[in-house]
């Protein structure tokens, strides 16, 4: 298993908790990102530029994905992009996607960004939460255990 990061849009508090993940498990991290971005030196951590454009980072996440690999992510694309390939996609707030919660949730997506077009203002996402923190470290040491992976 490898654990892919979508790193532009990833807070630096959840990229904390995979660094150290990373270490303790001995599990490859990749963070991939169209800025550039400092990463801890460290043989598990690497840190892939791709360039600026629409969906590169998350296209490039996919090509490289392998089934069973891990990707954070809050974009509802691409989780589902990575679910179909058979990978497990994770949000910053602990939300383990599935196939069957993935349709619901490109759904709604898709309607809230029809709001928006429409010129309704509907607001970013809450601001990441003590509790967030917690769900995510959470449900991503239940995702290693799972995978037999020591935590």
């Not at 709001?115 to 809450?126: E, Y």
């Amino acid at each position: 298993m490898k654990i892919w990061v979508d790193a532009d849009a990833c807070p630096v508090v959840i990229k904390e908790i995979l660094f150290r993940a990373a270490e303790r498990t001995g599990l490859p991290l990749t963070l991939v990102a169209n800025q550039p971005m400092r990463i801890p030196v460290s043989p598990r951590i690497r840190f892939l530029q791709v360039a600026s454009g629409f969906d590169v980072a998350d296209n490039e996440i996919v090509k490289q994905l392998a089934a069973g690999d891990l990707v954070i992510t809050g974009d509802i694309p691409l989780a589902a992009a990575v679910i179909e390939k058979g990978g497990l996609a994770l949000n910053p707030r602990g939300e383990l996607y599935s196939s069957d919660t993935i349709r619901d949730r490109l759904t709604m997506r898709d309607f809230m960004e029809t709001l928006r077009g429409s010129g309704m203002v509907t607001g970013g996402p809450k601001a990441l939460k003590q509790g967030d923190r917690h769900a995510f470290a959470s449900q991503l040491d239940k995702i290693l255990t799972r995978q037999g992976i020591n935590t």
